[in-house]
C-alpha cells in the first residue's frame, strides 16, 4: 500500500491562523515604530535650527528676523523636511526670544507640533488626533512626545 504525504485541510487551517495572529500583532508595533522614527526627523532638525539660532546670535548678537528657504543678512534658512513642515513663528529681539516650530505633514503625524525656544524648552503643543485621548492629555507638554500613549 502506498503512503499518502501531505498536509491535512485542518494543519493548513491552523498554521494560517497562527501565520494572521502574529500578523495582527506585528503590522501595528511596526506601523508605530515608522511614525516613531519619522518624529526622529523633526526632533533633529529642532535641535540643529536651535544650534544655528545661537550660532547667529553669537555672531551678530541679535537673532534672524526671519525664516526662510536661504540664509540672507537677516534671514535663518531652515531645512526642507520629508515629513514636517518648519517654521518660525516667535522672532524676536526684544527681549532676545525665538521659537521654531515643527508641524506634521504625513498623514500618519498630521495634527502633530513640536517647538524649541531659546531657553531649550522643548514642547509638544498638539499630537495626531488618531493617538487617542491619553496622548493629548496635559498639552502643551514640556517635553517632546514620542508614542501613541503620550510618553516623551
Do not use: H
Not at 58 to 78: M, S
Not at 102 to 124: C, H, K, S, V, Y
Not at 133 to 151: E, H, I, R, S
Request: glycine fraction near 6%; include cysteine; proline fraction near 7%.
Amino acid at each position: 500500500m502506498r503512503r499518502q504525504s501531505g498536509f491535512t485541510l485542518i494543519e493548513v487551517l491552523i498554521a494560517i491562523a497562527i501565520v494572521a495572529i502574529l500578523a495582527g500583532i506585528a503590522l501595528p508595533a511596526y506601523t508605530n515604530y515608522v511614525t516613531r522614527s519619522k518624529i526622529q526627523e523633526a526632533t533633529t532638525n529642532l535641535l540643529s535650527l536651535r544650534v544655528k539660532m545661537e550660532q547667529w546670535y553669537q555672531d551678530n548678537r541679535v537673532y534672524p528676523t526671519t525664516c526662510g528657504t536661504t540664509t540672507t543678512a537677516t534671514q535663518l534658512a531652515v531645512p526642507t523636511l520629508k515629513y514636517f513642515n518648519v517654521t518660525c513663528p516667535t522672532l524676536s529681539n526684544t527681549p532676545p526670544q525665538y521659537t521654531v516650530q515643527a508641524d506634521g505633514t504625513d498623514p500618519a503625524l498630521l495634527g502633530f507640533q513640536l517647538q524649541i525656544n531659546q531657553a531649550n524648552q522643548r514642547i509638544t503643543t498638539t499630537v495626531p488626533g488618531s493617538w487617542g485621548p491619553t496622548a493629548a492629555a496635559g498639552l502643551p507638554k514640556q517635553c517632546w512626545v514620542v508614542k501613541t500613549n503620550g510618553d516623551c
